[in-house]
């Protein structure tokens, strides 16, 4: 059963998208058999593993809203030598955009379209990754419905903790709700050892999210932007780069721990039927 592992923050310029598509190379790169799903109708993930976006078809939005398109349709390989076709990915592009009001109209659910599409994936794959748009949107709440582990990047600024407070605010009322389990976990990106600013804010991370926040920190490199403009990840363009280092690390420490089963499945029963509305976010 594979482990479901969200890519969320709310805010833009964490390396959200960056840590997604690295984070599933990775794990593919170990030999884990990989599905990536882009949520975000930026299309991001798509434009940096070299996928023309506009062009694809199906998509996420028809994962999401056409019954008749599951996502062994959708999904699609990536042909890079080291993945050795382990990494399979459904690319998303602004058609997604639409979805928040077809998924109102069309099911009597909407925030769990998601899981139920990844029911027969999940004895398919062994990870999946899901990139989710920054908002906290329906979209997202599939996600979050969808996934036993919520990762939150975190880039090196004083506003960053702030909007992380209140994302993990949410993220428990949604499990008090539901009685879904998952984990919250923490990921410090973009961080400059010798600047103070960087270490107030990984120090203040490991207050607020003590061991759930991840031993390993992503450096900020140079090496992130020129793959992104290459569209290529980073193990295959620049294996040798600390951020290249640091993905793999990050992959590692999450195969060190067993995937958490979901509570009572998926889907309606999980929720006990009852639909998620977004919580009201506070600090603590």
Known sequence: MARVIAVANQKGGVGKTVTSLNLAAYLARRGR?????????????????????EEIHPTTYELLIDRNVDVSAAARPVDFAPLEGRLHFVPANLKLSLAERELERSFSLPNLVLAKKLK??????????LDCPPALSKL????????????????????????????????????????????????????????????????????????????????????VEKSVGAQLPLLVYNPDSTAAQDYDALAAEILDQPAQARAEGDGDEAAGGAEVAPAQMGAQ
């Open 33 to 53: 058999r990989t599905l990536l799903i882009d949520l975000d109708p930026q299309g991001h993930c798509g434009i940096g593993l070299g996928f023309g976006i």
């Open 120 to 129: 027969t994936a999940r004895e398919q794959y062994d990870e999946i990754v």
């Open 140 to 223: 997202t709440l599939n996600a979050f419905l969808a996934s036993n582990m919520v990762v939150i990047p975190i880039s090196v600024g004083y506003f960053s903790i702030h909007g992380v407070r209140m994302l993990a605010e949410t993220l428990r009322d949604i499990f008090e709700e539901t009685g879904l389990d998952y984990e919250i976990r923490c990921l410090v990106t973009r961080y400059r050892p010798r600047q103070s600013v960087s270490r107030e804010v990984h120090a203040a991370a490991r207050d607020l999210f003590g061991d759930y926040c991840f031993k390993t920190i992503v450096r900020d490199s140079i090496e």
